[in-house]
C-alpha cells in the first residue's frame, strides 16, 4: 500500500513538474489591456444590436477621447434610434473635441427634431464654449472663481 502511495506521488508529481517545466508562454500574442485592444473592442461594440452595449461604448469612447470614434459617433448622433444613444454621442463627441463632431453638436443644438437631444446638445455646446473661454482666458477664470 505504501509503495502503492509512494509511486503514485512520485508519477504524479513529475507529471506537474515537467508541464510547468515546458509550458510556454505567448509572447507575440497582443495584450487585451492595451490602450488600441480596449479602443477596438469599444468600436466593435458601437455597431452592436445592443442598445446598452452601444450606449456604454459610446460613453467610454468619449472618456478615452478616442479620436478614431468621431465618425462613428457621429454616424450614431445622426442615426441612433433613441434619444439616450444620440445624447451620449453628442456628450462623447463634446468630449473628444473633433471640430467636425463639436460642428454636429452644435447644428443639432439648433436643428434636431426631438426637444431632448435638441436641448441636450445645446448644453453639452455651450459647456464646450465656456471651457474654451475658460481655456483662453485664465485670468477670467479666477476672477468668476473668486466671484462665486
Known sequence: MKTRMFF???????LLFTAYTFAEVNKT????????????NRLIGL????????????????????TKAVIPLMALLREGKTCEE???????????GDP???????????????????????????GYLYQKYLDEHPDKATDIALAK
Do not use: W
Open 47 to 66: 455597431a452592436s444590436d445592443n442598445e446598452g452595449l452601444r450606449v456604454s461604448c459610446a460613453f467610454n469612447l468619449g472618456e478615452m477621447k478616442s
Open 86 to 96: 444620440r445624447i451620449i454621442a453628442a456628450l462623447s463627441l463634446v468630449k473628444i
Open 100 to 126: 467636425q463632431g463639436v460642428y454636429m453638436v452644435s447644428r443639432l443644438a439648433k436643428f434636431h427634431d426631438c426637444d431632448r437631444t435638441r436641448r441636450m446638445c445645446e448644453k453639452f455646446y455651450n
Open 8 to 14: 503514485g506521488f512520485l508519477i504524479l508529481s513529475t
Open 29 to 40: 500574442a497582443p495584450k487585451a489591456n492595451t490602450y488600441e485592444a480596449i479602443e477596438l
